[in-house]
């Protein structure tokens, strides 16, 4: 069975710094992927960034860009620039390829607050 | 257009009561999803439908049922709630199962049985 761990269950970091939020995860599959979704206190949760496994370049999205190791089963997510809007849960996902039931497999949250 | 709508927003239920959460989607999404999410848990699947007529059970389904009339709608039912399905529902959706697709979730509900 697949897990994943976040360490970090709370986090603080400077308006404008960098700060990075590590996820680890556990698998014997080769083909997966992985998310980072966000959890703003309005409770919704958005998609931040997506890696395919089998894609070695780490993925990268505006502001918000991954660490992918595979073989060390790490994935963490690094925010630069962080801004007061970033004040939210982070989740690290996992889902195999081709799981039929779509099944997300997610960390237990890191809860990130931005400070002015 | 509005996604994805869960209705209520919040409940407080008395134990043994039944109640049904709603989720409609307007992306005409093929796999849909209810997760609950719990403090320290994460989010946890509890039942997921990959079409309209099919459903199937995900990781955490006692207690609860869905069903999949059509292509919108995703209702999830408690026959006789329990404290510990105080949870938080999110329902989602997605252009279909089993790959990289992005989930799109609704804005949750907050249960609380008492």
């Known amino acids: 069975a697949q897990t994943v761990t976040q360490s970090q269950p709370e986090m603080s970091v400077q308006e404008a710094e960098t700060v990075t939020l590590s996820c680890t995860y556990d698998t014997s599959e080769s083909n997966y992927y992985l998310f980072w979704y966000k959890q703003p206190p309005s409770r919704q949760m958005i998609l931040v960034i997506r890696?395919?496994?089998?894609?070695?370049q780490n993925a990268t999205e505006n502001r918000f860009s991954v660490n992918f190791q595979k073989a060390a089963k790490s994935f963490s997510l690094k925010i630069s620039d962080s801004q007061l809007g970033d004040t939210a849960m982070y989740f690290c996902?996992?889902?195999?390829?081709?799981?039929?039931?779509?099944?997300?497999?997610f960390g237990q949250g890191t809860e990130l607050s931005v400070k002015p | 257009t509005a996604g994805i709508t869960q209705a209520p927003t919040s409940q407080i239920l008395a134990a043994g009561r039944s109640m049904t959460l709603r989720c409609t989607q307007d992306?005409?999404?093929?796999?849909m999803y209810w997760y609950r999410q719990d403090l320290g848990l994460g989010l946890r699947l509890i039942h997921y439908s990959n079409t309209a007529g099919t459903t199937g059970k995900g990781e955490v389904p006692d207690g609860y049922s869905v069903s999949r009339a059509n292509t919108d709608d995703f209702p999830l039912t408690l026959a006789s709630a329990v404290p510990s399905q105080t949870s938080v529902y999110f329902c989602?959706?997605?252009?279909?199962?089993?790959?990289?697709?992005?989930?799109?979730f609704g804005p949750g509900t907050r249960l609380t049985v008492l």
């Open positions: 890696q395919e496994a089998y894609k070695q």
């Open positions: 992306m005409r999404h093929n796999a």
């Open positions: 989602a959706s997605s252009v279909r199962s089993g790959a990289h697709n992005e989930q799109f």
């Open positions: 996902a996992f889902m195999k390829r081709g799981e039929v039931r779509g099944k997300l497999i």
